[in-house]
């Protein structure tokens, strides 16, 4: 179920849109003409550059939002990708019926400032981490995130059960898969990860986290969402 601050705004007139695995949601530079509520699944953000390297941003789950920008602007565009991780379903409400019951509601509008306020400290810890402490940092934190949203603790670590290629790593780390390749193979010699068939096994914690300075944020606001 949805938590109480995303709960009011399935009673605003909307729809369920269903998705397949792989299937996009909207696309980069596509006229924006919903708002939307992750139902079920996984919903990956990213932004494409002209030389076709993906930063990928956010994986969404239930509760998430997505195509908050467009809200309030005369031109409607998404900035960003959207496509199914996994098999999703997401609640559509076009802007202007959404705009309109957050101005007749006020606490519809309350609980919309409380969902943005937490998506922003989410955005800002992530870029925090890319422009303070590099590349390496970047792959330290996306993994973090990654435990801190779906991970498992066991055998004295965290496993991270997320069918995720190296490729789609590098991309939220904002690096090549090269690059990648050899941090991964340096952690794993130096004892911090392991594998256990497709999944990453983090074995030191501790130790990412220092390298991070995660104390100095909420876990509430260190996922991958």
């Known amino acids: 179920m949805p938590d109480a601050l995303v709960q009011p705004f399935y009673e605003v007139p909307g729809r369920i849109v269903s998705l397949h695995k792989n ?34 941003l956010r994986l969404a789950h239930q509760g998430s939002v997505i195509g908050e920008l467009p809200l309030y602007q005369k031109r409607r565009v998404y900035i960003f990708d959207a496509i199914a991780k996994t098999a999703a379903e997401v609640y559509a409400i076009e802007y202007p019926v ?17 969902i943005m306020a937490k998506h922003m400290r989410k955005q800002h810890h992530k870029f925090r981490d890319l422009l303070l402490y590099g590349k390496k940092g970047a792959v330290y934190s996306t993994l973090i995130r ?20 190296n490729q789609e790593l590098a991309d939220y780390s904002a690096m090549s898969r090269e690059s990648l390749n ?34 100095s944020c909420g876990a509430e606001d260190c996922i991958i969402e």
């Open 98 to 114: 959404l705009e309109h019951s957050l101005e007749e509601h006020p606490q519809l509008a309350v609980n919309m400032l409380k």
């Open 146 to 165: 990654m435990a801190n949203s779906y991970g498992r603790e066991e055998d004295g670590g965290v496993l991270i059960p997320l069918e995720m290629t």
């Open 182 to 215: 050899r941090l991964l193979s340096e952690m794993k010699r130096d004892g911090i990860i392991a594998y256990r068939g497709s999944f990453i096994f983090l074995r030191d914690m501790a130790y990412l986290r220092q390298e991070v300075r995660c104390e």
């Open 23 to 56: 299937e996009y949601l909207f696309h980069e530079g596509g006229a924006a003409k919903y708002f939307y509520f992750v139902h079920s699944g996984q919903i990956r953000i990213s932004k494409s550059a002209d030389s076709g390297r993906v930063l990928s």
